[in-house]
T-cell receptor, first 110, second 115 residues
Framework: GIQVEQSPPDLILQEGANSTLRCNFSDSVNNLQWFHQNPWGQLINLFYIPSGTKQNGRLSATTVATERYSLLYISSSQTTDSGVYFCAVVFTSGTYKYIFGTGTRLKVLA | EAQVTQNPRYLITVTGKKLTVTCSQNMNHEYMSWYRQDPGLGLRQIYYSMNVEVTDKGDVPEGYKVSRKEKRNFPLILESPSPNQTSLYFC??????????????FGSGTRLTVV
């Protein structure tokens, strides 16, 4: 069936370390977004990236649509990066519904 | 300030007592949606709307109703809440492009407890 899988499910880093989060999806997509849910529960849009590469400060993302995956890179991590990272996709074959992955829970230690 | 406003932020209610969670956006977005978030299950879509008077079911619509009488408002109605609807609820909105919804903005969430 249609799936969005994220890995790893959990990640613990020391402040200053780099990390790569992965999102695999089972079919072609029209849209893909990365979100950060902070420890207070707020959901923040990081990237809208159905294909290609984007960068915003210490964060960057790459989506290879033909191979059905997206990567989120966090460089020089800070404690404020802690939280859960979700990718969400709109499948080309589906209705206009965003399907969320189950997330990667990141904890950055000082 | 561009935002999605949900109210209330916290709500404790009793089984069977009808309630409405309001959602309003000031960005003239066509697309609005409701999600619930539960531990281990991630975010699941309840209902969405592509424009005024156009609504459709998401993945978990049972027990919920919505309406879209105005572009800016998209209330979520629980006619007879049950304890399994205890959850964290999010409203989201975005513009609708040819390929679908683009660039979600989320509300701050409503934590609902049904006892």
């Amino acid at each position: 069936g249609i799936q969005v899988e994220q890995s790893p499910p959990d990640l613990i880093l020391q402040e200053g370390a780099n990390s790569t989060l992965r999102c695999n999806f089972s079919d072609s997509v029209n849209n893909l977004q990365w979100f950060h849910q902070n420890p207070w529960g707020q959901l923040i849009n990081l990237f809208y990236i159905p294909s290609g590469t984007k960068q915003n400060g210490r964060l960057s993302a790459t989506t290879v649509a033909t191979e059905r995956y997206s990567l989120l890179y966090i460089s020089s991590s800070q404690t404020t990066d802690s939280g859960v990272y979700f990718c969400a996709v709109v499948f080309t074959s589906g209705t206009y519904k965003y399907i969320f992955g189950t997330g990667t829970r990141l904890k950055v230690l000082a | 300030e561009a935002q999605v406003t949900q109210n209330p932020r916290y709500l404790i209610t009793v089984t069977g007592k009808k309630l409405t969670v309001t959602c309003s956006q000031n960005m003239n977005h066509e697309y609005m949606s409701w999600y619930r978030q539960d531990p281990g299950l991630g975010l699941r879509q309840i209902y969405y709307s592509m424009n005024v008077e156009v609504t459709d079911k998401g993945d978990v619509p049972e027990g919920y109703k919505v309406s879209r009488k105005e572009k800016r408002n998209f209330p979520l109605i629980l006619e007879s809440p049950s304890p399994n609807q205890t959850s964290l609820y999010f409203c989201a909105s975005t513009h609708l492009l040819a390929g679908g919804p683009y660039g979600y903005t989320f509300g701050s969430g409503t934590r609902l407890t049904v006892v």
